[in-house]
């Protein structure tokens, strides 16, 4: 199945917020019936958009976290061997989410890739590596970058069928209830966790092998 297009987004409410569905799809005598039928209200959180300006300030906290948690495990491991300088390593990496299929993961899938199961830390100098252990971090891991990419795309493909056998994109009728959607939704979102979580030890294991 070919990459199908994401539907183009409504524009902003006078509040800010993006409605998921455009307000003729609301007006429609089977979209809109079937939208309501499934529990979507055109005021309804579900049915809203994250603002650009939300977003952002979600990234900002994850990021904090993550630098957060950068710091508590390079001094919980420095107080164990002496020294540990352990940089953040993304398995699916920042070209990815800066990238036309970045919107799919943060805005359809609720993932952030500062959060804990997308990263592996990895060692900033050889004095990390050989005082805790830790492969030592690439910067950029082409290979990886183009697998993941391959899976994200895959993944998009998926969720936007999905989307159509549930009706969102359909000119009319249903085929799966919103319940349904939202159960394949999250089975597809935590086959995503379990990939990059399934990747990390092969990509330490590769790094080890090549140091």
Do not use: C, F, Y
């Given at each position: 199945m070919g990459e199908l297009k994401?539907?183009?987004?409504?524009?902003?409410?006078?509040?800010?917020?993006?409605?998921a569905f455009h307000k003729q799809q609301w007006?429609?005598?089977?979209?809109?019936?079937?939208?309501?039928?499934?529990?979507f209200a055109p005021d309804d959180e579900a049915s809203i958009m994250p603002t650009a300006d939300n977003r952002l300030a979600v990234f900002a906290a994850a990021s904090k976290r993550l630098q957060?948690?950068?710091?508590t495990f390079n001094r919980d491991m420095t107080a164990r061997h002496g020294h540990c300088h352990a940089v953040p390593f993304l398995v699916i990496d920042q070209k990815i989410w800066d990238g036309p299929h970045g919107a799919f993961l943060y805005a359809q899938m609720g993932l952030i890739g500062y959060d804990e199961w997308n990263v592996i830390m990895l060692a900033g100098d050889p004095?990390?590596?050989?005082s805790c252990g830790l492969a030592g971090h690439p910067g950029f891991l082409p290979s990886v970058t183009q697998v993941m990419t391959e899976h994200v795309i895959a993944w998009?493909?998926?969720?936007?069928?999905?989307?159509?056998?549930y009706g969102i994109t359909a000119t009319g009728g249903r085929d799966i209830s919103h319940e349904q959607y939202e159960m394949e939704k999250d089975t597809l979102r935590n086959e995503i966790i379990d990939k990059a979580g399934?990747?990390?030890?092969?990509?330490?294991?590769?790094?080890?092998?090549?140091?």
């Open positions: 994401e539907p183009v987004r409504p524009a902003p409410g006078a509040d800010g917020a993006t409605p007006d429609h005598p089977l979209i809109g019936s079937m939208l309501r039928d499934a529990g957060d948690r950068t710091e004095q990390t590596t050989a998009k493909t998926r969720h936007n069928a999905l989307l159509e056998t399934w990747m990390k030890p092969r990509i330490i294991d590769e790094l080890l092998r090549k140091a």
